[in-house]
């Protein structure tokens, strides 16, 4: 795959993962807390852990999130090269 199809691909991922309601909000949950663990995130959602398990699994490979493995706890956290950027996103939404 070409450098400019390569980067066309993660535009339409991290557009298709904004577009999801449940993932902005934890997008929006990790702006504001830093670094959250799945399960600290089930229960601000009451979602199932497998649900918010696929959004972060789908987030982390769009690049939008980082993990860290403390024991048996994954913690996640916003990648330092969409932080400001989604910052931004959200600021332009809340203006609205």
């Known amino acids: ?3 400019y199809l390569s980067s066309k691909v993660m535009e ?3 557009a298709h ?3 999801n309601e449940e993932r ?3 997008l929006q949950m990790l702006l504001n807390c830093k670094e959250l663990s799945v399960s600290q995130i089930q229960a601000e ?3 199932e852990q497998s649900t918010v ?3 972060l699994g789908f987030l982390k490979n769009t690049g939008l999130l980082t993990a860290n ?3 048996r706890i994954r913690n996640y956290r916003i990648s330092d090269d969409y932080n400001e950027i989604l910052s931004n996103i959200f600021h332009l939404l ?3």
Do not use: D, F
């Open 17 to 19: 993962a904004l577009s």
């Open 1 to 3: 795959m070409n450098k």
């Open 24 to 26: 902005l909000t934890i």
């Open 53 to 55: 398990s696929h959004h």
């Open 12 to 14: 339409c991922n991290i």
């Open 45 to 47: 959602l009451y979602l």
């Open 94 to 96: 809340q203006e609205k």
């Open 69 to 71: 493995r403390v024991g």
